[in-house]
C-alpha cells in the first residue's frame, strides 16, 4: 500500500522559517521513488488546492509558484525516498494545509490532476 508520510507542520511566527518532509514507502512505489516527480500542494480554508512546487525525478529540475519563489526550495533525496520543502520568510498568508504528492507523467506539472499519490497534509499555520 502507498503511503506518503508528511511531517514538519506547526505554528511558527511571520518571517521565520518550517521545514516539511515527505517519505513515501509501500509497494512498489517504495522502491520505485525516482520514477516519479514530486510536487507539494497547499489549500487554505475556503480556497481550492494550489500548486507550490515540484521537482524532477532526479532532482535537477524545480519549478515553484510566483508566490514562494525565492523563499521556499524544494529537495528530494532519493537514497530515503524522501522529499523535502524548506520554507523561509514564512507570511499570513502561506497558512494552509500542504500535500505532497508524486506524478508518474513524463513532464513536470502544476496541476493536480497529474499527481496520483498523496500526502495527509500537515497544517502550517503562520501568525502576523
Known amino acids: 500500500q502507498v503511503q506518503l508520510v508528511e511531517s514538519g507542520g506547526g505554528l511558527v511566527q511571520a518571517g521565520g522559517s518550517l521545514r516539511l518532509s515527505c517519505a513515501a514507502s509501500?509497494?512498489?512505489?517504495?522502491?520505485?521513488?525516482?520514477?516519479?516527480?514530486m510536487g507539494w500542494f497547499r489549500q487554505a480554508p475556503g480556497k481550492e488546492r494550489e500548486f507550490v512546487a515540484v521537482i524532477s525525478r532526479n532532482g535537477g529540475s524545480t519549478s515553484y509558484a510566483t508566490s514562494v519563489n525565492g523563499r521556499f526550495t524544494i529537495s528530494r533525496d532519493n537514497a530515503e525516498n524522501t522529499v523535502y520543502l524548506q520554507m523561509n520568510i514564512l507570511r499570513p498568508e502561506d497558512t494552509a494545509v500542504y500535500y505532497c504528492a508524486a506524478s508518474g507523467l513524463l513532464l513536470l506539472s502544476a496541476d493536480p490532476r497529474s499527481y496520483t499519490y498523496w500526502g495527509q497534509g500537515p497544517q502550517v499555520t503562520v501568525s502576523s
Open positions: 509501500g509497494g512498489t512505489f517504495g522502491r520505485t521513488f525516482n520514477n516519479y516527480h
